[in-house]
Structure formats: structure tokens, C-alpha cells
């Protein structure tokens, strides 16, 4: 039942994830007590799915009943707190609360740090999510060290093509973009696209940005027909493996389209707009 949901989830297909999550819910709730920690593991996987959504107060609602019953239950593991805090940092991050964001992560840092589970994978979300952070408050230097940490450590704990790693790759790039290294954050870019396209597909999001993020460092070199030609050679591939009409498809030409807008090409980038459009439009 939640794996069915997870898969679905991971798919970025949160409305057919939300009954499999719900349901698991309701059934550990009636088998094991409202307070027991494998409840814990149901509420953080909704909270993290109406997070997904936009449902904020949901969501920090389910985070906090989360912290709560992991924060009770000595067996529940230390790592499954900081674990949770750190989800529960990323929806902070999601609105805007940069300072409830450091809190809930500068929590998580101490309770690995004092355990020293400092290889587990859980442990580099935290990191990167608190470089996240110092990078959204103008401080790229302060982050990079942590971005880097959490990579190492992924590296280290995860397959070498593990999305994880790309998640890693994809925000120190990010970082280093901000802070004007782009040769640096071009081969992270590239990097966490090619695991993104081989272990999540064309059709995730993270593709997405991540064909984005490549095609803006392009651009920052000073080199926009590199960028053009990306953009590109990603829509034809797009358009050979998914069909012309597919609604990542739509993805990729918005890209274009801002790109086009950026070059100030405004009837071209209107063009290729009305064609994403269209096909949204005829996809409903």
C-alpha cells in the first residue's frame, strides 16, 4: 500500500499517491496506536506529499504530530528526528521562513552530530538543505562547505548514480552558479543531469531543472548559442522519445521560450509559448 504510494509519489503523481498514503495512515493508526513510531513513518510521508501540493498547514501539522511521536519513543532512532526536521526545514524553505528553516536544521545537525551517525544519507539532506539556506540569505561562501560535505557523504553511502547524489550535485551547482563559479557549477549541472535522465526519465521535473539550470550557466558564460543549441538538442530529444504533444514536451519549450525572452527574440519566444499552451490546452 505505501509502496504503491511512494513509487507514486517519487513519480510526482501526488493525487494518486494521497489515497495509498491516507490509507496507510488510517491502517497503522488502528494497528499499532496513534503514538507509536511506525505511525511516525505514514505522517511524515503525507506531510511530505501535501508539502508536494502546496497544502502548507497541513502539511506542518503532520511534520510537527511526526516530531512529536519521534521525539517521545526512545527506539525510535535518533536519525528518524533529524530525518523529519529536516523535511520539515524543506517545507520552511518552500514559504519563504528562512529563519524556521535554519531552526528545524540546526536541530537536525546536533542530534546527528551527537549521535555521530554522520554517514547516514539522511544526515547529507541535512546538510545540503541548511547550505540551501545560507544561499537563499546571500551567503554562498558558508554554504559550499556543507554542500560539499553532504555530496561526500553520499557519494560515499549511495550507488554513484543514485538520485540522491544528482539531488547533491544539482544544489551545489546551484550554489556555485549564485556565487559566479560557473565553470565549477556547469560540471555539477551536467553531472546531475545525467543521472536524473537515466534513473528518473525525461517525464520528472528534476530533468527539467536540471536541463534548466545547464542551459543558465550557458547563457552567464557568455555563451548563448551553446545555450540555444542545448535547449535545442533537449526538445528534439524530448520530442523523439516522449511524442510532440507530450506535456513535458510543454516543459522544455518554456525554457526555450524564456530563453528566446532573455535574447529579447519576443516574436519567437511567443511562438514557442503558444505552442506549450496548446498542448496543455489539448492535454485536458
Known amino acids: 500500500m505505501e509502496n504503491a504510494g511512494t513509487y507514486l509519489y517519487r513519480r510526482v503523481r501526488y493525487e494518486e499517491a494521497e489515497p495509498f498514503f491516507e490509507q496507510s495512515l488510517a491502517v497503522r493508526e488502528n494497528d499499532l496506536g496513534p503514538h507509536h513510531p511506525g505511525v511516525a513513518t505514514a505522517t ?11 497544502r502548507w498547514e497541513e502539511s506542518d501539522k503532520l511534520f510537527r504530530r511526526t516530531n512529536e511521536i519521534l521525539s517521545k519513543e526512545l ?35 546536533g542530534i546527528y552530530e551527537k549521535t555521530l551517525e554522520t554517514n547516514d544519507p ?5 546538510l545540503d538543505n541548511l547550505a540551501i539556506v545560507y544561499n537563499a540569505q546571500g551567503e554562498p561562501e558558508r554554504a559550499i562547505p556543507y554542500h560539499l560535505r553532504g555530496l561526500s557523504i553520499r557519494e560515499r553511502t549511495l550507488a554513484p548514480d543514485d538520485p540522491g547524489v544528482a539531488e547533491s550535485l544539482h544544489n551545489t551547482a546551484k550554489t556555485y552558479y549564485d556565487h559566479g563559479d560557473y565553470a565549477v557549477a556547469e560540471n555539477y549541472f551536467q553531472r546531475a543531469l545525467d543521472i536524473f535522465k537515466e534513473k528518473r526519465g525525461l517525464d520528472h521535473p528534476s530533468t527539467i531543472r536540471g536541463i534548466e539550470g545547464l542551459g543558465l550557466v550557458y547563457l552567464a558564460q557568455g555563451e548563448p548559442s551553446k545555450a540555444e543549441s542545448h535547449y535545442l538538442r533537449e526538445l528534439k530529444a524530448y520530442e523523439n522519445a516522449l511524442g510532440p504533444n507530450h506535456l513535458y514536451v510543454a516543459e522544455v519549450l518554456d525554457l526555450y521560450s524564456a530563453f528566446l525572452t532573455q535574447m ?12 506549450a499552451e496548446q498542448i496543455r490546452d489539448e492535454s485536458t
Open 75 to 109: 527506539t525510535a532512532g535518533p536519525h528518524r528526528v533529524g530525518g523529519n526536521l529536516s523535511d520539515w526545514a524543506h517545507l520552511y524553505l518552500d514559504i519563504g521562513r528562512l529563519d524556521l528553516a535554519e531552526e528545524k536544521l540546526r536541530q537536525a545537525l
Open 264 to 275: 529579447n527574440r519576443y516574436g519567437e519566444a511567443q511562438k514557442i509559448a503558444a505552442r
Open 44 to 54: 511524515r510521508s503525507l506531510a511530505n506529499l501535501y508539502r508536494g501540493q502546496g
Open 122 to 126: 539522511e544526515f547529507a539532506l541535512v
